[in-house]
């Protein structure tokens, strides 16, 4: 049996009714009982993770267009980063990425290069987007 499973299963009995979706790699994918949920829900394609788990899911870049029909159906969802074995709620799994973007946005400025008018529009463009936050 999976390591995932094994916690899908502690995690079910904490909260059976949360749905939960595990980053994994570049994709979100549920298993088991919530992956026959999520498929039937949003008509996503079911596969095997092993002989006997199912599992369906879809790539992190379309997190946001499937966080609208989630909670639109009012889905109790929780997102689990198995990579930092962190559980989040999803509006801190957005928030969290929104912020994490941020602050990679502003390390990478080059401040030798900027004009003062470039600099002015640079904070007021972090402004805009920490309000967004």
Request: glycine residues 2%; proline residues 2%.
């Amino acid at each position: 049996m999976s390591k995932l499973f094994l916690l899908y299963g502690n995690l079910k009995k904490e909260e059976p009714n949360t749905l939960f979706l595990f980053k994994s790699g570049i994709f979100f994918i549920a298993i088991d009982k919530d992956a026959i949920s999520l498929s039937k829900l949003l008509n996503l394609k079911l596969t095997n993770l092993n002989n006997t788990i199912l599992k369906c899911g879809f790539p992190c870049s379309s997190l946001d267009k499937y966080l609208v029909l989630l909670k639109a159906h009012n889905i109790n969802v929780k997102i689990i980063d198995t990579t930092k074995n962190t559980t989040y709620f999803l509006n801190e799994y957005q928030e969290n990425k929104n912020i994490k973007e941020l602050l990679d946005f502003i390390n990478n400025i080059d401040i030798n290069n900027l004009s003062v008018s470039e600099a002015y529009n640079l904070l007021e463009d972090i402004k805009n987007k920490v309000k967004q936050i």
